[in-house]
Structures are given as structure tokens and as C-alpha cells.
């Protein structure tokens, strides 16, 4: 039996993606006989892509202008994922002027005459991702053949539309109480040990530098609960213990979760090209 | 915000210049006048005999001017549309696309009407996004199919719920569609982003 791990990478592109994306995520999942998806993986999905896109909603909501939205992300410390930054804006701003092909003048009724095409785009996005947000909330326990490791420390809630109209993604942290993922990885100290030192080996960025801290905590204060800020700092470590060892990691991030699951000998794979 | 127009109902009127008067008969127990009646799905044979939107508001001036635009925008969209299926069923390939034309002519002034609610204002996006996302590509059958569907609903029900709505943009997708604004990819890209390490 073939059997995959899908990592919060794979959950993301399956759900939040645009339509090609999504289908090749599903064909790739469907290569298996059985897929996994940690619960762990739909805290780091709602804590991190999820919330930017939930994000930008709130802009295009406050703003009513997709020209302050893209603004205001420009001024955020993001950076995409595939391509440069300055490859991102001038893609977008391709996009918002086929759109304003559309002249000023298609959008207008008698009961709307004064709409700006900045406004009837701020629109279009806004709509696009609010069927985004409630499709990936929608599907985010189907796509695997199973959740595995609930956590019994978080309150795994929907984002919610405020009166206002800007969504509410809380809560992102587990409740309190004894982290589930550090009663896991605490089990056997030796697989601390080996984790800690494939994410010393790697470039000391600041998310390395905070999974090894992670990993320091829970080897030398076992007894101690683990903040809420280390246990989102665990992250891709994660996967690599609750992987099991005939099951294959699947990741679009094989720079930061090979090296981990190699060090507990376990695969990780991309499971299609981008 | 009115509910869905699918009520039950005896249309009376006293002629096309006074308002339109109606009573509702309602089967037991009779819903609170605000709650909206439970959709069922659109494609389900009614027990009730459904009154067709032009009749429940036979009288534009007595209607929000929204709706009343919205009604016509898709009366002449469901046109194209279906002269559309006709022309491609039969073969007639440029003759459909010149009926999808005007109809993607429409859709501007239709998605300006998306003040009637979300569930509209999602299709009526969904719509605008997907044949423009075309490029000028003709629809194929099931595309066409699913955009008259689409269509057909907000017909029938122009304050459609927006979960309601989803499902049929999921549809519009199934049929190979995009529905999302063009850059949609490249935003999402950005978001999904990391801060810098």
C-alpha cells in the first residue's frame, strides 16, 4: 500500500490556489492508496496562508479601492512564493488594466452611474475570494483519506463575516493546556536530538533559528508546557515525526522538510511540478 | 434585503400602473415574514407551482431599480444564452459565439447591479470573470450549459444565498471554467508568501 503525509504546502495549494492548481493537487493525491492529513497542518493553514488572504479581503473591504489593497500589501514584510516580487505587481497590474478594458461606462446603470473601475475590480477580487475562503474551509478535512493527531488544545473554528463585513480568523493559537504536538515529539528525546541538528545544519534563518529553540525547549524542560509562539515555531519538524515510516511526505517545500525527514529516515517528495 | 422571490402566492393586480397587491398562501405551519423560505435546489420538480419572477413582478416601477434593471439584463441574457445552446447543438459554431458575445456585453451592467445581495453579486462576478477570462475562446457545450444554469437562477432567484451561489460557481469551475479575475494566481501566490527570514 502506498501512503502519503500531505504537508500544510499541498494543503494550501489544494485549497486556496486557482482551479489548475487545485486539480493537480487532487490528481497527485490520488496516486496513493491512502493519504494523511495532520491536524497540525489545518493550524498552520488557518495561521498563516488562510489569515493573508483573509487579510487582503479586510482591505479591499475597508479601502474599497483594489489600488489601496495592492498598495498596502506592497507594505507588508511578504514575499511570493513562486516568482519576484516585482514579477507579482507588474502581473497584477497586467491583469487590472485588461480589466479596465472594460470601460467605465459598461459598469454603469441608471442606479449606479458613478462607479470607478478601481472600485468595480476591488469588487471582483473581493467576491473571487470570498467563495475562496468558504471553499477552503469548506473542504479542508476531505481532500485526505483520513485527519490524523487531532488536537485536543485547539479550537479548530471557521472564519467568521463580521457585521462589518471584514472576516475574523481567530483563533490561530492552541486554547492552552498541554500542547498535543510536544506530548508527541517529547516521546522519544533521541528524535529531538536528530531534529535539532539537521535544522542547525541548515541556513540560520529566523524560522530555523526559532524550530531549534522549539526543539531546545522540549529536550531540556520536558515538564515545562510549550508557548503557544514554539509550538507554531515546530512547524515542518512536525511532519517529519508524525510521518510514519512507510509514508512519503508530500511538500512543495523540499528545501526546509527534506533534510528533517531524512534525519528521522523518511521520504519527502513534491508531488507535481509548479 | 427581500428573501427568495419563490414564494407561493396568488398575484393579483389592479393593472400595470397601481402597485402590485398579493396575498401569500402559505402551506402550515406559515413561516415569520422575515425568515427566508428554505431554498430547495433549482434543478428539483416543485410540489408547489412556482410563479415565474416576471409575474411575481409584473410591475417594474413598484421594485427596487436594481432589481428591476437586474430582471431585464437577464431576460435578454437567458436569450442569448439559450439561442447559444440552440446554434452550438446544431452545429452552428460562429453563430453561438456571436450569441455569447453579447452576451459577455451584459454582464458589466449586470455585475453593477450586485447590490441585490452576495449570492448575486458572486454569480453575476463569477459570470464576468469566467467568459472574460476566455480571451475572445468560444464556450464550449458544457460551458455553455453551465453559464445558462447560472443564469437561470439568478432569474429565478435574484436574492440567492451566497453558499447557494458557490455552488454554482463550483459548477462554472467543473465545466472548466475560470472564475476568479485574471492575476488571481499571482496575488494568491504573494499572500501565501512568507515574511522575509
Known sequence: MVKALVETTVLTDALLERRE????????????????????????????????VVWFYNKLV???????????????????????????????????VEFGRMTVGEFTTQNQPDITIDAALCESYRLAIKVNIRRAWRDRRTLTSRIIHELPCYQELAPVQQESGLFEVKPID????????????????????RLRAAVDAQPQTRENQRRSQA???LKRTPKRELPTNLCRALGDAVFAVLCSPETTILTTNMRDIAPLAAALGKRAERPYSE | MAGSC???????????????????VLPEPPPAVDEPPEHTPADQQQATEQIATEDLYPAPEAISPDLATALRLLGKASSRIQAAMLLLQGGDQVGADLETGHLHALLPQLFACRKLGEGFATLANGLLCCI??????????????????????????????????????????????????????????????????
Open chain 1, 174 to 193: 492552541c486554547a492552552g493546556g498541554e500542547c498535543e504536538m510536544a506530548r508527541v515529539l517529547k516521546q522519544d528525546p533521541s528524535v529531538l536530538d
Open chain 1, 215 to 217: 526543539l531546545r525547549f
Open chain 2, 132 to 197: 472574460s477570462n476566455l480571451n475572445g475562446a468560444p464556450l464550449n457545450i458544457s460551458q455553455i450549459r453551465a453559464v445558462a444554469r447560472v443564469v437561470e437562477l439568478l432569474r429565478r432567484e435574484p436574492f440567492v444565498s451566497f453558499d447557494i451561489a458557490c455552488d454554482h460557481i463550483d459548477s462554472l469551475e467543473s465545466a472548466g471554467l475560470t472564475v476568479e479575475p485574471a492575476g488571481y494566481g499571482h496575488l494568491i501566490d504573494w499572500l501565501y508568501g512568507q515574511s522575509p527570514s
Open chain 2, 6 to 24: 419563490r414564494a407561493r402566492a396568488t398575484v393579483g393586480s389592479r393593472g400595470t400602473e397601481s402597485p402590485v397587491s398579493f396575498r401569500i
Open chain 1, 21 to 52: 492548481v487545485r486539480a493537480a493537487v487532487k490528481a497527485a493525491l490520488r496516486r496513493y492508496d491512502e493519504t494523511e492529513l495532520p491536524a497540525y497542518a489545518i493550524k498552520e493553514f488557518k495561521a498563516g496562508p488562510l489569515r493573508n
Open chain 1, 62 to 96: 475597508a479601502t474599497g479601492s483594489y489600488a489601496m489593497a495592492l498598495h498596502a500589501l506592497q507594505r507588508m514584510s511578504l514575499t511570493p512564493r513562486r516568482y519576484t516580487t516585482a514579477t507579482a505587481l507588474e502581473a497584477l497590474k497586467v491583469a487590472a
